[in-house]
Nanobody, 114 residues
Framework: QVQLVESGGGLVQPGGSLRLSCAAS????????MHWYRQALGKQRELVAS???????AYEDVVKGRFTISRDKSKNTMYLQMNALKPEDTAVYYC????????WGQGTQVTVSS
């Protein structure tokens, strides 16, 4: 059974940084592309960043240059380093993997506010 557990969210001032983590069950890590999504209050869930099986990365334009997705095979963990945070980055952030069906973590709240 696939399990994804996010952590690292919190309250940060505009311009600050946070690093989110997503711990994945060992049997699936590196077998599939992994993704970070976010969902702001009252809005649809949106894709933020992706990392392929081979390690290639892709970002939505709104976070390009500010966010970095990465993973550590030894820890079965994916990360999202978020710099230069803006109030509009406020959302619940989810990690996702699809092995034929979508698997989601419980989400971690990121709030950017002064």
């Amino acid at each position: 059974q696939v399990q994804l557990v996010e952590s690292g969210g919190g309250l940060v001032q505009p311009g600050g940084s946070l690093r989110l983590s997503c711990a994945a069950s060992g049997s699936i890590f590196l077998l599939y592309a992994m993704h970070w999504y976010r969902q702001a209050l009252g809005k649809q869930r949106e894709l933020v960043a992706s990392i392929s099986r081979g390690g290639s990365t892709a970002y939505e334009d709104v976070v390009k240059g500010r966010f970095t997705i990465s993973r550590d095979k030894s820890k079965n963990t994916m990360y999202l380093q978020m710099n230069a945070l803006k109030p509009e980055d406020t959302a619940v952030y989810y990690c996702n993997i699809n092995d034929g069906r979508d698997h989601w973590g419980q989400g971690t709240q990121v709030t950017v506010s002064s």
